[in-house]
């Protein structure tokens, strides 16, 4: 069983920017899409990237697409998320998470296509 530990989450100005990182334990790391999501007070957990298990293929929601740019480093097991011009409206808890199957890039969007998860790291934008 893989674990994901998310790093980096903090409290920030509108307009600036925040590193997250995820470190997994465990074998095949550069076999797995790997996702980050949010999940904000009294809302849904929603996607916010996603990248193959190569570093070659990436996707993004619309609302952060153009500010935030995820990566991967397979030789540290670590996939980071860049986060730039921040908003009020990015504040909430940060997950990674890891996609069920190996070498999968179609399914990335919901989060009941990954198998584990991240214990959230917090995120909170101040206007």
């Known amino acids: 069983q893989v674990q994901l530990v998310e790093s980096g989450g903090g409290l920030v100005q509108a307009g600036g920017s925040l590193r997250l990182s995820c470190a997994a334990s465990?074998?095949?790391?550069?076999?797995?899409?790997m996702g980050w999501f949010r999940q904000a007070p009294g809302k849904e957990r929603e996607f916010v990237a996603a990248?193959?298990?190569?570093?070659?293929?990436?996707y993004y929601a619309d609302s952060v697409k153009g500010r935030f740019t995820i990566s991967r480093d397979n030789a540290k097991n670590t996939v980071y998320l860049q986060m730039n011009s921040l908003k009020p409206e990015d504040t909430a808890a940060y997950y990674c998470?890891?996609?069920?199957?190996?070498?999968?890039?179609?399914?990335?969007?919901?989060?009941?296509?990954?198998?584990?998860w991240g214990q959230g790291t917090q995120v909170t934008v101040s206007s």
């Open positions: 998470a890891q996609n069920r199957y190996t070498f999968d890039t179609q399914n990335y969007l919901w989060p009941g296509f990954y198998g584990s």
């Open positions: 465990g074998r095949a790391f550069n076999t797995y899409t």
């Open positions: 990248i193959s298990w190569s570093g070659g293929i990436t």
